[in-house]
């Protein structure tokens, strides 16, 4: 037999998140980020910039040698 229905209906809060997981559910919610720390994307990328600099800077160099005949 159903239960009776209440008067009026819950409503989720703002921001797209339950504020109450039920038991036995999967924990998916957005974890919060932090705001510290090091953000090693733009340490690979600089890294990666300075390899390909040097690169071309022996490129560069090791041709001009070539040309002159040294």
């Known amino acids: 037999m159903p239960s009776e229905a209440t008067p009026e209906p819950t409503r989720a809060p703002?921001?797209?998140?339950?504020s109450v997981r039920p038991s036995g559910a999967p924990d998916t919610g957005v974890t919060p980020t932090s705001g510290t720390g090091t953000d090693q994307g733009a340490l690979i990328g600089g890294g990666a910039a300075a390899l390909l600099?040097?690169?071309?800077?022996?490129?560069?160099?090791?041709?001009?040698?070539?040309?002159n005949g040294a």
């Open 14 to 18: 703002d921001g797209g998140q339950v």
């Open 53 to 67: 600099a040097a690169g071309g800077a022996a490129t560069f160099v090791v041709r001009r040698r070539r040309a």
